[in-house]
């Protein structure tokens, strides 16, 4: 039985705990034809949405689940935005 994580009683080390094991999980079957996409996963039900960029799954994520905590992450765990400094 998984330990489900409620946001509203957990830690946000255990809400990122809880997120990195569900994508884990994700990868196994997204991986590699969605590398590069971004997952918005409810950390609660272990729902998710899947977007192109991180924008989107955000918009997404609120639509589907208001007020919930969002965990935001590329599919393949690389960064979400790209910072293009001198």
Do not use: C
């Not at 569900?22 to 609660?44: F, K």
């Amino acid at each position: 039985m998984k330990k489900m994580f409620t946001s509203a009683t957990g830690s946000m080390r255990d809400f990122e705990k809880r997120g990195q094991q569900i994508v884990a999980e994700l990868q196994r079957t997204l991986l590699p034809a969605h590398a590069t996409e971004v997952l918005g996963v409810n950390v609660d039900t272990g729902e998710y949405v899947l977007a192109p960029t991180s924008e989107e799954a955000w918009k997404a994520f609120r639509e589907r689940w208001p007020g919930t905590l969002g965990f935001v992450i590329r599919v393949d765990g690389g960064p979400v935005t790209k910072f293009h400094g001198r």
